[in-house]
């Protein structure tokens, strides 16, 4: 018999999970890069740090052609004077909405004013 326990908990994390969109700029904690996110790579290394779907690491575009994988937990949120995420030529509306939702989900740490 399977144990689908696992199953379970991967699935209610990853529904609660709320991926960065694409566009979003971001710094990274340790190293100090900025950069923009441009999508998902999944992972199939173990031992790698993952996002919180346990299977994924966003890839941060730096400048041509260099890209960064990093996980969620390793970037800062990038925000401008209202405190909006910085997201691509999104309208502020859209921007205000986003914003909420990160900030619900994450400690006031992870964005930084720009």
């Known amino acids: 018999m399977q144990d689908d326990r696992s199953a379970t908990t991967t699935a209610s994390t990853e529904q609660k999970w709320l991926r960065m969109p694409d566009g979003t700029k971001v710094r990274h904690r340790t190293e100090g890069y900025n950069g923009i996110i441009d999508g ?10 993952l996002n919180p779907d346990h299977r994924t690491q966003y890839r941060v575009h730096v400048g041509e052609p260099c890209r960064k994988l990093a996980a969620e937990a390793d970037l800062l949120i990038l925000a401008d004077g209202e405190g909006l995420m910085m997201i691509g030529k999104q309208p502020a509306a859209y921007r205000r909405e986003v914003t ?3 900030r619900s989900r994450h400690e006031a740490d992870k964005f930084v004013a720009v």
């Open 100 to 102: 909420g939702w990160f």
């Open 40 to 49: 998902l790579t999944e992972i199939v290394e173990k031992g790698s740090m």
